[in-house]
């Protein structure tokens, strides 16, 4: 789908072994994979709770997985910024 410029992750993908909770990685990369194909850019974003105070460990080992720079918006105004200068290009 080389029309997808958005993904919203509504949790942080987990998976739970012997009781303990781990983040997903291959469901992470598959679900935010969606975006930017084809040499097109793309923006993921994944709602971090209160809920699970785990969730922020979770986003973090997440992109030291994958080297990857994960920022935390505060603000949809943030996003917007963000994606105005993403579509500028």
């Known amino acids: ?3 997808v410029d958005v993904v919203v992750n509504f ?3 987990t ?4 009781g303990w909770k781990e983040p997903d990685y291959a469901n992470y990369m598959h679900r935010v994979g969606r975006t930017g194909r084809f040499g097109t850019d ?4 994944t709602f971090v709770t209160k ?3 785990n969730e922020p460990e979770f986003m973090r080992k997440i992109a ?4 990857i720079e994960i920022k ?3 603000a949809f105004n ?3 910024a963000i994606y105005n200068t993403m579509r500028s290009k």
């Open 1 to 3: 789908m080389p029309q």
């Open 11 to 13: 949790d942080v993908p």
């Open 15 to 18: 998976v739970q072994t012997a």
């Open 42 to 45: 793309g923006i993921a974003i």
């Open 51 to 53: 809920k699970d105070e």
């Open 64 to 67: 030291e997985k994958y080297s």
């Open 72 to 74: 935390e918006l505060k």
């Open 78 to 80: 943030e996003f917007m």
